[in-house]
């Protein structure tokens, strides 16, 4: 369906009117309650050691290799990091916590946040072993799009390394539209960044919604916790482009 045009007094094309809406909500340290995680405001003192100790399981740190810190070869030096860069309001960094072991398993934030333009990241992803590819890493990103919907953000960003495969594919996923490649974007531990970009933004998401609730009903699931509906079958017709 092509898009109505709008024009102003001069005749030239505009943007659509944007009404009802004046600005976000600054996220706030509170919990996020799913059913199979919770993502608890960052408290180093509580956290830290989990989080190392779900960390160091990656022997490799493949886990690190796309973010612009890490791999931390000792606790002090994560508390020390910990301590200087997840202490702020942007970004805000959350821990997600397994709601059956109780433990910490991974590290997520908002950034770039901006309530006045309806703009908002999701990032600085540190998904431990515990939880890579399980029904808490899906929740846990759909507890924080939601939420971010919620406090009345347009546009929800996922950002990434265009070389990191993995992550442009979960951006997908999660039913990220693909918007595009930022060549040069930044240099990273020496090398390189071209920054792949995904949105989604607010008309989207009662859709988007939909589809994370149907993927995470119990009805979804067989005795063994194998799923009936992949994630990406339901979230693929969403996706105004793809790449």
Known sequence: MQKELHTNTLGQIIGHPV???TSAYQPVRKVLL???CRLEPLNINKHAKELHAANVLDKEGRSWTYLPYGPFHSFAAYRDWLEHFCVHSDPLFFTI???ESGKAVGLASYLRIDPVSGSIEIGHLNFSALMKRTTIATEAMWLMIKEAFELGYRRCEWKCNALNMPSRYAAQRLGFSYEGVFRQATVIKGHN???AWY???DQEWPALNNTFERWLSPDNFTDDGSQLVSLTDLTKNLLVQRG
């Open 19 to 21: 009404t009802g809406w």
């Open 34 to 36: 799913g059913r199979f």
């Open 97 to 99: 916590i397994s709601n």
């Open 193 to 195: 960044r071209d920054t």
């Open 199 to 201: 949105a989604a933004i």
